[in-house]
């Protein structure tokens, strides 16, 4: 049984209300009804009697929840014995990040390292699929990169939300006709998707490997665009810098934006009616024993997200 359901199933009876619940616990609403059934057909009986709203706990959920509340309290007596125990082995944790989820270890590491100075860490550059495959073959402790997750022996928790807006060159088809004086990355100009679908765009897209790849297949999927003859450009803040120039459109999340600096006056889009995001998570492999120190780290970054909700 993955441990985490006994959080999914604590805040399930705190709000009594799956959608509430899943809000909070940063995962769609569907995501934790997927994992309450099978949490039922695991058990035998079903810990709530969700066909009457608000929720209800039936007798042998209260049981379930009475173990589900002794283990996360336990888990957490257990983790601040260790934060106390000075003797912590000093073996480096080894974090692969993605340059988006570099950014968040970044700000998290300060005020980790006053916390934690008995801890090492080590972090390596990596794309998603390399955080992934090297979570599966355990040559890294944690991961910090950007959703979706594909593989199923993968646990992992979302730490932020990444909004996503587009670069676009100002002479661009794109934005014939529109008003774009009082644009900017705050107020980006909502188009609509009717626009995106001119065969003239050019795309500057991600290479294949890349958390952005999925964010943009993602937004042609969904909106049945097919982009011709795209140009695919390896590293993001490359990415700004030709979308900035003329070159065509591009997919970015806000980060990548405020923290480069061009003499360009790019124009930020949206979609009219929608909005673009992906969420950064921390991640390591299901059911692996982690080392006390990477399970510090893990606990860490759960708990300060939870504190920025």
């Known amino acids: 049984m993955d ?3 006994f959080r999914y199933v604590l805040e399930v009876e705190k709000y009594r209300n799956i959608t509430q619940a899943a809000k909070r616990l940063f995962i769609s609403q569907p995501a934790l009804t997927k994992q309450l059934n099978k949490l039922e057909k695991e058990l035998g009986f079903s810990p709530f009697d969700r066909t009457h709203s608000p929720i209800s706990v039936t007798p042998q959920g209260e049981i379930f929840l ?7 309290q336990l888990e957490s007596e257990m983790m601040d014995s260790l934060r106390q125990f000075n003797q912590i082995p000093a073996e480096p944790v080894l974090i692969a990040t993605t340059h988006r989820g570099g950014a968040y270890a970044a700000v998290q590491a300060a005020p980790f390292m006053m916390t934690h100075p008995e801890i090492h ?3 390596l550059n990596r ?3 390399q955080c992934e495959e090297e979570l599966e073959s355990e040559s890294i402790d944690l991961a910090i990169y ?3 997750v594909h593989s199923e022996n993968i646990e992992y928790m979302p730490v932020q939300e990444d909004p996503l807006v587009f670069v676009i060159p100002q002479e661009s088809p794109i934005l014939e006709d529109l008003d774009i004086s009082d644009n900017s990355l705050e107020h980006p100009v909502e188009i609509d998707i009717s626009r995106f679908r001119n065969p003239s765009l050019r795309y500057i897209l991600a290479t294949p490997g ?3 790849d999925d964010a943009e297949k993602s937004f042609f999927r969904k909106y049945h665009i097919t982009p011709i003859h795209p140009q695919r450009i390896d590293y993001v803040d490359t990415r700004y810098l030709v979308a900035c120039s003329g ?5 970015l999340p806000h980060t990548t934006i405020r923290n480069s600096s061009t003499g360009q006056n ?11 995001y992906r969420y950064v998570i921390v991640a390591r492999k299901k059911g692996r024993n982690l080392s006390p120190s990477a399970e510090i780290v893990w606990r860490y970054m759960i708990s300060a997200s939870a504190k920025n909700r």
């Open 210 to 212: 890349q958390g952005l």
């Open 3 to 5: 441990t985490s359901i």
């Open 127 to 129: 794309n998603s699929q």
């Open 247 to 251: 070159c065509g459109i591009a997919l």
């Open 66 to 72: 009475d173990f589900a509340r002794r283990y996360v």
């Open 266 to 276: 790019p124009v930020y889009g949206t979609i009219k009616g929608d909005t673009l």
């Open 121 to 123: 860490l080590s972090y």
């Open 146 to 148: 950007t959703e979706p």
